[in-house]
């Protein structure tokens, strides 16, 4: 089978009305496989004004805001009568889920009772969610029906071999194949840096700019930030910390860094210059299947303190591109910042490494990754 004779339904939770790194990373698959010749129809709900165009054609979903405070994403509503016409008009050969929500569900439904190959991406650690909003007792239930979701699909595709590693833990037996991500090299760059955009708000030449990059919600860890921005107030290290981003998260954190300076959601170059102008970026998040902005802040030259989690155990490399703390060790967090705060050569010389360690993550090579997924699916099949 050569690609020109695949034709894929995609289905997102949200492919281009909130800006996220999982839409990023579909939008950036499709483009990949139209310009190699694959025929591609993308489900997802949509919004009227959404954050940016989509790639390719995008089919609109009924869909039902998220409830508990969360209703910038939106709830597909399984497979209305509308939709499965449109997709058995379209007749796809192959069905690709990225969320495992009742539309992701209703179409792995829809591809065995069609007998059509079907193939799940996995985008975020859902699991952990709950835990952020007062349910966490509900988790192993979660992993429960993730786990049976993932064996319904002929093939999964994950981010990372952490990722992998873990599906196995909770039973997944389905093949698992790596979808890594790509950095756009020329927006994120050491010399994005920019002292005067950093004296414009505020943060001081000799200041050691701290940053959180993403959506501000609460499952980013944000009270872990909070907590070990505190701690090196307590220790006296000299500090400010540089938020990039928004979300409805964004007042609580605010009230719980009252010192912080909010930069606002960036894009473009304007996002490679905040990143590059950060000193430290840290990401205490567990959530995280891959997470591009820690990819994105080494392809920057700026040294990374991450949780121990899955993703960042497979970016960071341990005392040469930065460092890795157990997920709630608030002094452990606060010990490795506040040790690259004191050693500038240290400092540089994490950044550099982490740099070079970020050339090798490309967009076409990962995507095709996928598209060779597909192929070898159906030639298993045939």
Known sequence: ?????????????????????????????????????????VYSPTLPKPAFPPTGDLVSVPAIPVPGGRDEYRLGR?????????????????VHVSAPEFLGHAAVTWARRHRVASVASLHTRFETYFRYYGVGFIEPVIRWI??????????????????????REWGVTTPIGIWSRGIDHDRFRPDRR???????????????????????????????????????????????????????????????????????????????????????????????????VTTEAMAAGV??????????????????????????DIAGYADAIARIVANPALRDALGAAGHAAAAHYRWDSANQAVLDTYLALMARRD
Do not use: C
């Not at 990023?24 to 190699?36: E, F, G, P, T």
């Open 78 to 94: 399984y497979l209305p009568r509308a939709t499965r016409d449109d997709l058995e008009a379209f007749a796809p050969n192959l």
């Open 303 to 328: 040294p990374v303190v991450a949780a121990r989690a899955t993703g960042a155990i497979d970016l960071v490399e341990e005392g040469v591109t930065g460092f890795l703390v157990e997920p709630t």
């Open 1 to 41: 089978m050569q690609p020109s004779d695949l034709r894929v339904a995609l289905f997102s939770g949200n492919y281009n009305y909130t800006r996220d790194g999982a839409n990023q990373a579909l939008n950036s698959l499709v483009a990949h496989l139209l310009a190699k010749g694959v025929t591609v129809r």
């Open 146 to 167: 993730l786990t049976r979701f993932y064996n319904r699909v002929d093939e999964v595709v994950v981010p990372s071999p952490s990722m992998r590693a873990l599906l």
């Open 194 to 292: 920019s002292l005067a955009w950093r004296r414009g708000l505020g943060i001081a030449d000799d200041e050691i700019a701290v940053g959180f990059l993403g959506r501000l919600v609460k499952e980013k860890g944000l009270d872990v930030f909070a907590d070990v921005l505190k701690e090196l107030r307590r220790r006296g290290v000299r500090h400010k910390a540089l938020v990039i981003g928004k979300g409805p998260a964004r007042d609580w954190f605010a009230e719980q860094v009252p010192d912080a300076i909010f930069a606002g959601f960036q894009t473009g170059d304007d996002l490679g210059r905040a990143v590059a102008s950060m000193d430290v970026f840290f990401n205490p998040s567990i959530t995280e299947t891959f997470g591009n």
